[in-house]
């Protein structure tokens, strides 16, 4: 194995001959301290592997001209995925902190390739679902333990409905079971294994975090789901735990998709794994800029009694070029919906 292959071995979805591909096409580039890498809020052409040395993710803060360090990236880290699949401007600063070693690729060569090679595409998504499902896991803990206070529903996760097609929704009816749940049903615990992706149709979630502070048990309100939204997704693509408990907030209708079932789906049909995991990255990546605009940070965030500004894209503001989906993608969720309902 090559020097580059070695620094690149924790990126575990992609094969060797992913990994080979990258080293070729990719760009390597020797970075001063202080470098910055990508620029927030400006457009940046290329995602990088670190392959050696360290950099920080910085981001603004709400009525302060310092930028706070959120995290800092090492060897195998992968930085700027979020601006190739949601297609939108950094939402953070990333400068080195020490002498550091790049490979970089251009978003075009690496669309080309996905377009050409499926199966790369959908290794290449799952990876990419695993990173931004570990960096949202670290920032529900920071938000929990600095008692944040919870935004009301987030918006409807209709990114999933806009990106799958007809076919991949009728596989999830299909193949899904109808859950009626009432008020106070614990469909997911924290910690413990997640049997099945949910589909909220209709009721109401909360997302609850336990930790132990001053040696006692603590349960602090994360967040809420409302109708559109999935839940489940971050336990099913790191095959791990879950990070927090799911509880109805009321009466609610579901449809659950056993996790079994949806990783034997993934297996055999590759172009439904691309488009299921870029679903999923664009869900994750969406509650990550949630997470941050709820902490204060990020170049614009949009208050309720605030004027918007038409010049101006706010953090959590959803993009124009993504209405247009979402609007057959709100077409497909009415269609699910009844049909679960039968």
């Known amino acids: 194995m090559t020097p580059v292959l070695t620094q690149l071995d924790n990126l575990k979805v992609l094969h060797s001959t992913d990994l080979e591909w990258i080293t070729q096409i990719g760009v390597q580039q020797d970075l001063p301290i202080a470098k910055i890498l990508i620029q927030e809020g400006q457009p940046s052409d290329s995602i990088y592997f670190i ?140 910690d413990q294994p997640v049997e099945a992706l949910y589909i909220l149709l209709k009721g109401n979630l909360v997302v609850l975090f336990s930790m132990m502070k001053d040696g006692q048990l603590v349960e602090r309100e994360l967040a809420r789901r409302a109708s559109g939204e999935i839940v489940g997704e971050m336990s099913f693509v790191e095959a791990g735990t879950a990070s927090a408990t799911i509880k109805c907030a009321e009466n609610s209708l579901l449809l659950a998709i056993p996790q079994e079932m949806l990783r034997e789906k993934l297996q055999r049909d590759r172009s439904f794994a691309t488009r299921f995991y870029r679903a999923i990255s664009l869900v994750l990546i969406d509650r990550l800029r949630e997470g941050l605009v709820q902490r204060g940070f990020g170049q614009q965030a949009y208050s309720k009694d605030q004027q918007m500004v038409d010049e101006i894209e706010y953090e959590d503001e959803i993009p124009l070029d993504v209405l247009e989906p979402t609007l057959l993608a709100g077409t497909r969720f009415k269609w699910m919906m009844n049909r679960v309902r039968g």
């Open 51 to 190: 392959l050696d040395g360290t950099v920080a993710v910085l981001i603004s803060q709400q009525g302060s001209d310092l930028d706070q360090e959120i995290v800092r990236c090492g060897q195998g880290e992968v930085i700027g995925e979020m601006s190739f699949v949601d297609d939108r401007s950094p939402s953070a600063t990333v400068k080195t902190v020490e002498p550091t070693r790049v490979l970089s690729i251009s978003k075009r060569q690496l669309q080309i390739k996905m377009d050409r090679d499926p199966d790369f595409a959908a290794r290449f998504y799952q990876e990419i679902t695993s990173i931004l499902s570990s960096r949202l896991r670290s920032l529900s803990k920071l938000l929990a333990q600095n008692k944040i206070v919870p935004s009301q529903a987030l918006r409807k996760v209709l990114f999933v409905f806009a990106v799958l097609n007809d076919n991949d929704i009728d596989w999830m009816v299909t193949h899904g079971r109808r859950e009626d749940a009432v008020m106070g049903t614990v469909l997911i615990q924290q």
